[in-house]
């Protein structure tokens, strides 16, 4: 497992905002103000390889709490992210609370146990209905008391909309180290949200170039910007290029990647 963090000592948590996000690929988290959002420490623990069941993830969890002792202190808010593709999008207008599982079946392999939840996403009129690593939930719950959490992909939708100004289709891919979500927006306005799970460089170009054919996208006119888990040496990024001309990063404009040795559009769930 390595870790990768800035240095600096946190004195005080005071008004401060303790924001974790995890995966099957690791954990990190970040210390931000209460009031003006701005971001005063960030860590990173990846793991060596995915791991396989929830049970792993959460020794793993349990091992990073033992060892760093920010996560000890006492925050004002905690905040919790699951990053996982066990969700799907459903439009408010069709939307019924006691229908939750029959949502997800259709798209994942879910359990009579899994616990099965949802988050509002104002800003498209729609809930993000998503199954939690409930175990790791406890967890947290028995280090923090209570917190709010929400999906990863509800994060990301929120910030792209917020953010995005263009007025025609422009798509967002980011990345992961073994899957992406692909976001179309055309301004305020979500086309498509989805992930997928890639091992080659020809499976990540595949997606997106399946999602520019069926969105009628021209591969010589519309913007593409990545954020996450990717490089200008990545030979992700080298075929996307190949095949698509508009290619940009959207980086972050938190200070603290002054202190980071990290791009500034990566990490973009916590840092974007």
Same mark, same amino acid.
């Given at each position: ?54 049970? #792993? ?56 146990? #899994? ?83 890639y091992q080659t460089k020809e499976d990540f170009i595949y997606y997106i170039l399946f999602v520019a054919e069926q969105l009628q996208l021209n591969n010589e006119e519309f913007k593409l910007y990545f954020t996450g888990e990717i490089t200008f040496e990545s030979e992700i990024y080298k075929i996307v290029y190949t095949y698509i001309k508009n290619v940009f ?24």
């Amino acid at each position: 497992m390595k870790k990768s963090s800035n240095n600096i000592s946190l004195k005080n948590t005071d008004n401060k905002i303790l924001s974790i996000q995890f995966s099957l690929d690791g954990f990190s988290f970040c210390v931000s103000d209460l009031f003006s959002k701005e971001i005063s420490y960030f860590a990173n623990y990846t793991f060596d390889e995915t791991v396989n069941s929830l049970e #792993d993830l959460l020794e793993k969890i349990k091992t990073i709490f033992n060892e760093d002792p920010i996560l000890h202190y006492e925050f004002s808010e905690v905040f919790v992210i699951h990053q996982n593709s066990l969700n799907t999008l459903i439009p408010d207008a069709y939307f019924d609370e006691d229908s939750l599982n029959s949502y997800l079946e259709l798209n994942i392999k879910t359990l009579q146990t #899994d616990l099965i939840t949802f988050d509002t996403i104002a800003e498209i009129e729609a809930k993000n209905v998503y199954v939690p690593y409930v175990n790791i939930n406890n967890y947290l719950f028995q280090n923090f008391g209570e917190f709010e959490y929400k999906h990863h992909t509800t994060i990301l939708l929120e910030k792209l909309i917020q953010k995005n100004e263009i007025e025609e289709k422009v798509m967002f891919v980011n990345v992961f180290k073994n899957t992406f979500d692909i976001v179309v927006l055309e301004n305020k306005k979500l086309i498509l949200s989805n992930s997928f799970s890639y091992q080659t460089k020809e499976d990540f170009i595949y997606y997106i170039l399946f999602v520019a054919e069926q969105l009628q996208l021209n591969n010589e006119e519309f913007k593409l910007y990545f954020t996450g888990e990717i490089t200008f040496e990545s030979e992700i990024y080298k075929i996307v290029y190949t095949y698509i001309k508009n290619v940009f990063f959207l980086e972050s404009s938190q200070p603290i990647f002054k202190e980071l040795d990290a791009e500034k559009h990566s990490n973009s769930i916590l840092l974007g």
